[in-house]
């Protein structure tokens, strides 16, 4: 299985970003897809997650309201548009894949992730 996320670039506070992640490779019956960030010197912290069929989405608390994430199963595709942004959404942020489709916040439940794209958001 290969992620490659991309969208990431240099915003000020208050604007939009919309990231991608195309999933190849691989097929499981029920998968969960997630979003994930890692600012310096920090530990990856979870964004967002959504279940193979779309009906459940699981968000963090720091990014309710303001982030959406969706998907594409016919294009392999996940999204997450970003709204609102503000200066400490600063980070690389990485898609990934929980093969067993658990939804959960834990990175260690994720067993495949892409390479990352920067988001920056200037105040």
């Known amino acids: 299985v290969q992620l490659q996320a991309s969208g990431g670039g240099l915003v000020q506070a208050g604007g939009s970003l919309r990231l991608s992640c195309v999933r190849s490779?691989?097929?499981?019956?029920?998968?969960?897809m997630g979003w994930f960030r890692q600012a310096p010197g920090r530990e990856h912290e979870f964004v967002a997650a959504?279940?193979?069929?779309?009906?459940?989405?699981y968000y963090a608390d720091s990014v309710k309201g303001r982030f959406t994430i969706g998907r594409d199963n016919a294009k392999n595709t996940m999204y997450l548009q970003m709204n609102s942004l503000r200066p400490e959404d600063t980070a690389v942020y990485y898609c990934?894949?929980?093969?067993?489709?658990?939804?959960?916040?834990?990175?260690?439940?994720?067993?495949?992730w892409g390479q990352g794209t920067q988001v920056t958001v200037s105040s």
């Open positions: 959504m279940s193979r069929s779309a009906g459940s989405r």
């Open positions: 490779g691989g097929y499981f019956s029920n998968y969960v």
């Open positions: 990934a894949v929980d093969r067993f489709g658990r939804l959960t916040s834990n990175r260690r439940d994720y067993d495949y």
